[in-house]
């Protein structure tokens, strides 16, 4: 802490004291005085301080000597006592411990000098801020790890990956990096809904964290995938994998009436001084999942320089670009519903599933990463938007009033080329702009903030919204909001999912939606999926719901013959 220079204040000691004291009687904290020898004076006696000692049992006594006697000596404790031999200004924050509960108590005190300069004693007063500082904890807690297996999410992952990574580099050690991904996780949701999707992810984190030692890490990178970082060579970590995948094929899921078999595929990347990079690190082991899958799913693959691009990537990558020519991407759409206000039109998400020749619609977790891979994102974004722009012109040529929701992706939003192929599309079909919303990731809009905003304000001028999804995901700063022209905020599902059981997250969840109404913005509850939670999106008056509890999915082809659904419905 920057000492600061003490204040020395010319008083009448006895008549200020008097005004101090008198306002003391009215203050919320505790508060008191010293002595020359640092011996309480006065201490407000409506209420005990954190000592458990009724203020008026202090007086005469060393404030030193009495935070000494109640409470173990911390590296706070010993600076205050520090400052108060020095006599100078304190304000610090001091963790305190009553029986078997830590309180924080956060204290502030200026000394007290007469006119000659000569110290006389000092005031302060004390808070009690252990529900900030558990909220503070918990909110710290929340942007490092994921909020429903409550294991490291995606970016703490790759911050210790950095870390791994550098030591290797430095001192020659070995480590592994291990991707997972579960098969026939889609079974469970599909039959037992997303509620046992979750448990089962619970479930399974208990059974990966047996095989993880101290000082290794396990973390959730979306959806049924988990990475892993292990103290061990690829030989030694392709030993865990297989017990991993083992004891996950014979795990016997209950839920219900129901019980449920997966399986996982672990690809595996070295860890060593030769790694060039994070990056390739994290591509090395993604295709050796890839390969593990394509190998026929439920083992493992450790990558190699030979590796890096496997036969069955390449053979998805190609199906992946007949899917574009073909017309093989199929657009499914998800209602989003008002809930404070009767609009004359209806808002839909779009949501894009790949057709393979046996009729399976795959999700977007089973392409999207590979498109991403081999630059092919851009090209299913403006198939996407040419789609859906082309059945918005149909259905209001019907006086079908609707609005779509697109998710466009980083790389398209990164690229100028990409937003003059977005911007001719939307010339070639006469559709209301403002019936048109493109869906942006907090994440990405935040680390690239100028390309970002290059691209919406370009098609804001023509009238197209915008929305952050999946915002409380990091737990970014609202600040950059003022910076982005964002319409609508769509609060990530993993947050909405624990409103009606967790307080925090309801807590956290009312300072979204609040805070983004003092911005003129409009707040989206996403992942609603049960009557209790509709309940809670509609008492804390977020403005749109969305999920599988509130409409299911439709067709795109049946966009010209829907009917707005009313709020309150």
């Known amino acids: 802490m920057k000492n600061v220079t003490p204040k020395k204040v010319r008083v009448n000691h006895q008549e200020d004291s008097l005004l101090y004291r008198a306002f003391a009687q009215l203050a919320a904290d505790w508060v008191w005085e010293l002595d020359e020898n640092l011996c309480y004076t006065f201490h407000d006696g409506r209420q005990a301080s954190v000592t458990g000692v009724d203020g008026t049992e202090l007086v005469g006594r060393s404030r030193i000597d009495v935070l000494n006697e109640k409470f173990p000596l911390s590296d706070a404790l010993a600076e205050h006592n520090h400052l108060l031999e020095r006599h100078e200004n304190i304000d610090l924050t001091i963790p305190v411990s009553l029986s078997s509960t830590v309180q924080y108590v956060n204290v502030i005190a200026e000394p007290q000098f007469n006119k000659d300069g000569t110290f006389t004693g000092y005031r302060g007063c004390g808070r009690d801020v252990s529900k900030r500082m558990a909220l503070e904890a918990k909110l710290a807690h929340l942007a490092t790890h994921d909020d429903l297996t409550g294991v490291i999410n995606r970016r703490e992952f790759e911050r210790k990956l950095?870390?791994?990574?550098?030591?290797?580099?430095?001192g020659g050690e070995q480590f592994s990096l291990c991707f997972i991904d579960l098969d026939r996780f889609k079974h469970v949701n599909d039959t037992g809904g997303h509620h046992a999707g979750d448990q089962l992810l619970r479930e399974l984190v208990g059974v990966i964290r047996k095989h993880v030692h101290p000082g290794?890490?396990?973390?959730?990178?979306?959806?049924?995938?988990?990475?892993?970082?292990?103290?061990?060579?690829?030989?030694?970590?392709s030993k865990i994998a297989e017990k991993i995948i083992d004891e996950i094929s014979r795990y016997?899921?209950?839920?219900?009436?129901k019980n449920f078999r997966v399986g996982a595929s672990i690809g595996i990347a070295e860890i060593t001084k030769e790694s060039s990079s994070v990056d390739s690190l994290m591509?090395?082991?993604?295709?050796?999942?890839?390969?593990?899958?394509?190998?026929?799913?439920?083992?493992?693959?450790?990558?190699?320089?030979?590796?890096i691009i496997t036969v069955g990537a390449v053979d998805r990558v190609g199906m992946i670009k007949e899917a574009l020519k073909n017309n093989q991407y199929k657009l499914l759409m998800q209602p989003i519903i008002s809930n404070t206000e009767e609009e004359g039109f209806q808002r839909l998400e779009l949501l894009v599933r790949l057709q393979c020749d046996d009729g399976e619609l795959l999700e977007p977790a089973a392409f999207l990463p590979l498109a991403k891979r081999y630059s092919l994102l851009q090209e299913l974004d403006c198939w996407v938007v040419e789609n859906a722009l082309n059945a918005l012109e149909l259905s209001h040529s019907e006086d079908k009033d609707?609005?779509?929701?697109?998710?466009?992706?980083?790389?398209?939003?990164?690229?100028?080329?990409?937003?003059?192929?977005i911007v001719g599309i939307f010339e070639?079909?006469?559709?209301?702009?403002?019936?048109?919303?493109?869906?942006?990731?907090?994440t990405y809009a935040i680390r690239n903030i100028e390309a970002v905003s290059t691209f919406m304000n370009t098609l804001k001028a023509d009238g197209v919204e915008f929305a952050l999804d999946d915002f409380g995901n990091g737990l970014s700063s609202f600040t950059y909001l003022q910076h982005l022209p964002i319409n609508y905020l769509k609060i990530d599902g993993e947050l909405i999912r624990k409103l009606s059981s967790d307080a925090t997250v309801r807590c956290i969840t009312v300072a979204f939606h609040e805070l983004s109404k003092k911005l003129g913005i409009k707040t989206v509850a996403e992942s609603v999926?049960?009557?209790?939670?509709?309940?809670?999106?509609?008492?804390?008056?977020?403005?749109?719901?969305q999920g599988f509890g509130v409409a299911d999915l439709i067709e795109l082809e049946t966009l010209s013959t829907i009917d707005p659904v009313r709020y309150g419905e």
């Open 402 to 421: 609707v609005a779509l929701s697109i998710n466009l992706s980083a790389s398209t939003l990164a690229n100028s080329e990409a937003l003059d192929r």
């Open 252 to 257: 016997n899921f209950k839920w219900e009436d």
């Open 428 to 442: 070639n079909y006469a559709v209301p702009a403002n019936r048109v919303c493109f869906d942006i990731t907090e």
């Open 529 to 545: 999926e049960d009557a209790e939670t509709i309940s809670c999106v509609k008492d804390i008056g977020i403005d749109y719901m």
């Open 216 to 237: 290794e890490t396990l973390a959730r990178l979306g959806g049924d995938e988990f990475g892993l970082l292990l103290q061990s060579d690829a030989f030694a970590a």
């Open 283 to 307: 591509v090395k082991a993604d295709n050796a999942c890839y390969s593990a899958k394509n190998n026929g799913r439920n083992q493992s693959h450790v990558s190699d320089e030979e590796t």
């Open 162 to 170: 950095g870390e791994l990574h550098h030591q290797a580099q430095l």
